[in-house]
């Protein structure tokens, strides 16, 4: 009796077959089998009963790693009370805890022992049949009918392998959605591989490759595998452990941006607490189910209007402004917009001893604060905001001048060996810790190291006893040349590619906080965090990404902020949680309203986007006065289509100059009112997909509208009502 109430236990937890030793987890949509080896066998729709896993590749579970290479996999797999056992060759057991969810299911590694050299633990690479569409961003692969793939629930996990600086790569590969509308070339095949374009300096170069079989590569949770499908994973690392890498942020650019090595700074997370959520399901449920496990696991829940972020129920048109503000607010209650990015401020530079860089609005014919004005757009529900380089510290931040802060990130430390004065240059130090490496960033040819509370410049050092540094300057940055004792810290500051400097991960908890409270008092609910590599620069990978943000929004609500509109230069699975919109790039390399076609880096970001669940975008589409009525409604239409978002560039001198600007308002918003009542179907946003059809609409009331098609000669034909639900 009692080994019958044990195993009925088991069964009910496990779903445990009878005839094997096999786990056998299950959520509403997939069944996912584990063998008494701690394998994946079997991930099955439980919809149509078709098997995705694949046969000829193994899917650990767990693995462990040694470094970023050295991978141990598990030998043995047991369970009991919710919890799996897993086992390996050297030695180590992990208990993972497993848990059915409706939609998903949630495994979370409790203890690992037998642990000293292991540095990151993976799930996975799980691998699938899937090969159409590969989400590389967050980890998920769909095709038309059936989406699988991992979601983080706690920080420290991120997505792909590990790697230096657990850092992706861009690239191209060659796969085409659809082989017979666009089918690949003989001197081309599925799965090749090519560098992105461009000098490594200009962002719009990257993207350099026009066909639709080209894909851009923006991450690592799902790798495309031309041979059998795909496979997703993620890792977490224990981020305690040293670790000395050699790493670029932009890796491709190989006669341009030589890696260098960094001495990352260690920080107290660890591994253990990694917790993932595999889900399958029925392709167009993807969102709903990760919006269900963003809810049951706790995760940061973003809200507009009642819509979750990634709802495509959320996506609207934004406004990039330029100019004084007289108008700005007159434009976006005619356009039915309410979220504004002031260009015409410039970019903004964090500086705790000069907040607001002496920053204005002008309006009404003299200089307010942001603050004041703000105050006005609150009040019409318009949510406003600046565009920031995020974590660029430049010279002129009081954390990098006249005092250096301690908390600067350093990618080399070593340690002076004898006294220096206020005068000395000849500088000698304990070892030369790639310190004749030249410059930390591909576009700044500088090498600066901080020594106590001064900042210097050096050449070079010297390679023999006693190691000398060459070619010194000291007091650089204002900062104030002093003496020092032997045994001083020295370190290499990390540099931004704007010639700036890179707070460490304790500094840059304070620089969340400081934005919460320029945010909260400049009365902002919208910023653009531009240059989000600089969150990176401190060799943790999205892993900073993520704690940012975590803190940013807990501090903006902390200081009594609601809703807090974040853009930035790129959705990744660190930020995918937070940001609303992308809305990067902008003109024809996006997308050309006159002729409805997609621009280079438009396809790309589309591409990627789309496939990780993020809407693509316009980027910034500068209103010319020249433009018709129709261009508007192509770009408003398009938008609605492709479930994409854009900022519409306006200014009052561009918008005066426009004969007919009321025409344009009047439209715009109708449009917009449409696409928030969810008027239009699935099958009609594929029908305004097609480059060569247009569209005209009127709005009749609160919730109907007429739809027309415009013919080759410019006639409004074919009406239909759309109503709202």
């Known amino acids: ?38 394998y994946v066998t079997s991930i099955k729709s439980l919809q ?35 919890t799996i056992t897993l086992t390996y060759p050297n030695g180590s057991t992990a208990v993972v805890a497993a848990q059915e969810k409706k939609e998903y299911i949630n495994f979370k590694l409790l203890s690992l022992d037998h642990r000293e050299q292991i540095d990151n633990v993976v799930w996975g690479p799980y691998h699938t049949s899937v090969k159409k569409y ?13 989406s699988i793939g991992l979601f983080s629930t706690d920080d420290n996990t991120i997505t792909g392998l590990p790697s230096e600086g657990d850092l992706y790569q861009m690239f191209y590969y060659v796969h085409s959605i659809d082989p017979v509308k666009y089918p690949i070339p003989d001197s081309l095949y599925e799965g090749q591989k090519f560098t992105i374009g461009g000098d490594g300096w200009s962002d719009v170069a990257f993207y350099s490759k026009p066909e639709e079989y080209f894909h851009l590569n923006s991450g690592s949770g799902a790798i495309y595998e031309p041979a059998y499908g795909s496979s997703v994973v993620m890792h977490a690392r224990d981020r305690r452990r040293p670790q000395t890498i050699f790493f670029t942020l932009l890796p491709g650019f190989k006669n341009i941006n030589v890696p260098k090595h960094h001495d990352v700074e260690t920080i107290d997370v660890d591994f ?5 959520a595999f889900y399958g399901c029925p392709k167009e449920k993807t969102i709903q189910v990760l919006e269900k496990i963003v809810k049951g696991e706790g995760l940061p829940y973003v809200t507009r209007e009642g819509k979750w972020i990634r709802n495509p129920e959320s996506f609207r048109a934004d406004v990039a402004w330029w100019g004084r503000h007289d108008s700005l607010i007159s434009y976006c209650k005619q356009l039915g917009v309410k979220a504004v990015q002031d260009e015409g401020l410039g970019e903004y530079y964090a500086n705790p001893a000069d907040r607001w860089a002496g920053k204005t609005i002008n309006y009404g014919g003299k200089q307010i604060s942001i603050a004041e004005f703000t105050k ?32 600067l990130c350093l990618v080399v430390r070593t340690k002076i060996v004898k006294d ?29 190291l901080k020594l106590g509370k001064e900042l210097l410049t050096y050449e070079g050092v010297t390679t023999e006893k006693p190691y000398t540094l060459i070619g010194v300057k000291r007091g650089a940055y204002k900062t104030v040349a002093q003496s020092h004792k032997p045994g001083t810290l020295l370190g290499k500051l990390q540099m931004n590619c704007y010639n700036g400097f890179v707070p460490d991960m304790n500094l840059q908890d304070d620089y969340a906080n400081y934005y919460a409270q320029l945010l909260k008092d400049g009365g ?20 900073s990404v993520k704690r940012f943000y975590r803190e940013l929004f807990a501090k903006f609500k902390e200081k009594g902020g609601d809703y807090l509109r974040v853009m ?29 076609q997609w621009g280079i880096e438009g396809k790309d970001v589309r591409n990627v986007n789309r496939n990780s669940f993020i809407p693509p975008s316009f980027g910034i589409q500068n209103f010319n006065s020249n433009w018709s009525v129709q261009t508007i409604e192509n770009l408003q239409s398009s938008a609605i289509a492709w479930d994409a978002m854009y900022m519409l560039g306006i200014s009052e001198n561009s918008v005066e100059k426009c004969k007919d600007k009321y025409a344009i308002f009047k439209v715009f918003k109708a449009w917009e009112n449409a696409r928030a009542a969810q008027v239009f179907s699935k099958e009609l946003k594929e029908e305004m997909q097609i480059a060569t059809n247009r569209y005209h609409i009127e709005q009749l009331d609160m919730k109907s509208w007429k739809l027309y098609q415009v013919s080759a000669t410019g006639a409004y034909v074919n009406p239909r009502i759309l109503k709202k639900k």
């Open 420 to 448: 220096v004065s206020a005068s000395d240059t000849a500088i000698c130090v304990a070892d030369t810790s790639w310190l004749n490496e030249h410059g930390t960033w591909h576009c700044n040819k500088l090498n600066v």
């Open 272 to 276: 253990i607490g990694s917790s993932i």
């Open 1 to 38: 009796m009692k080994n019958f109430i044990l195993t009925s236990l088991c069964l009910a937890i496990f779903s445990l077959s009878s005839t094997a030793k096999e786990i056998v987890l299950k959520s509403n949509y997939v069944s996912l089998s584990i063998n008494e080896k701690g």
């Open 134 to 146: 590969i989400g590389d961003v967050i980890g998920v692969v769909s095709d038309d009918a059936y």
């Open 376 to 407: 006005r757009t609150n009040e019409q529900g318009i949510a406003y905001g600046i565009h920031t380089l995020c974590e660029f510290l430049q010279p002129h931040c009081s954390d990098v001048s006249p005092v250096p802060n301690d908390s």
């Open 524 to 543: 902002m609910n919208y910023v653009d965090f531009d240059g989000q590599e600089s969150f990176m620069y401190q060799g943790h990978g999205t892993y």
């Open 568 to 596: 930035g230069s790129g959705v990744m699975d660190g930020n995918w949680l937070y940001m609303s919109n992308s809305n990067i790039g902008g003109g024809n390399h996006m997308f050309n309203p006159e002729t409805n």
């Open 48 to 82: 149509n009963g078709k098997e995705y896993a694949v046969d000829s590749k193994l899917s650990a579970l767990l693995a462990l790693y040694e470094g970023n290479e050295k991978a141990i996999y598990p030998n043995a797999a047991t369970q009991k009370n919710g």
